[in-house]
T-cell receptor
């Protein structure tokens, strides 16, 4: 079993739609969780950290479920500019482990 | 945050040759990593670059193929040796502050094509 698993997609949604991604992790000792965004031919960039209490940043909401060992990312009112690959990142020590990413395509 | 300058941004190399990628950070950081990202794949950790000592390699990666230097807390190099077409990939330098588990920052990546 891979340490961090994501559905690669692609998720193909119209503008304005709400879309959710899940990510599962295998290491129960993991301590930090993040969502990164990677645009085509670019390096990954931090989208948001994921806290135990959940957190929201504008149209983006991240949740953590430690009991079931998964994190989620919800995007409301999707924009064309949200089209990208979203990487789930889990860190149990100093080394982040990346999922393979979920591809999102938002169309007009 | 940390600003990372990675170069070259891209290169096309002949098989059998070697390429050295440089990573320069604008501040002292504890942890520096080298990743590889093949098309459609996740980031795969090659090694942790340790300042003043040998890098720590992940399973499947060896020093003879991917020698790494880290002479100080702001600079590291990764060499891809004796290249073959299978080495064609994006190579990314990454840093974290190392104080607990924090976010990772990335260089712009080096897109390598071996012909």
């Amino acid at each position: 079993r891979k340490e961090v698993e994501q559905d690669p997609g692609p998720f193909n949604v119209p503008e304005g739609a709400t879309v959710a991604f899940n990510c599962t992790y295998s290491n129960s000792a993991s301590q930090s969780f993040f969502w990164y965004r990677q645009d085509c031919r670019k390096e990954p960039k931090l989208l948001m950290s994921v806290y135990s209490s959940g957190n929201e940043d504008g149209r983006f909401t991240a949740q953590l479920n430690r009991a079931s060992q998964y994190i989620s990312l919800l995007i409301r009112d999707s924009k064309l500019s949200d089209s990208a690959t979203y990487l789930c990142v889990v860190a149990g020590s100093y080394i982040p482990t990346f999922g393979r990413g979920t591809s999102l395509i938002v169309h007009p | 945050s940390a600003v990372i300058s990675q170069k070259p941004s891209r290169d096309i190399c002949q098989r059998g040759t070697s390429l050295t990628i440089q990573c320069q950070v604008d501040s002292q950081v504890t942890m520096m990593f080298w990743y590889r990202q093949q098309p459609g794949q996740s980031l795969t950790l090659i090694a942790t670059a340790n300042q003043g000592s040998e890098a720590t390699y992940e399973s499947g990666f060896v020093i003879d193929k991917f020698p790494i230097s880290r002479p100080n807390l702001t600079f590291s190099t990764l060499t891809v040796s004796n290249m073959s077409p299978e080495d064609s990939s994006i190579y990314l330098c990454s840093v974290t502050s190392g104080t607990g588990t924090t976010e990772a920052f990335f260089g712009q990546g080096t897109r390598l094509t071996v012909v």
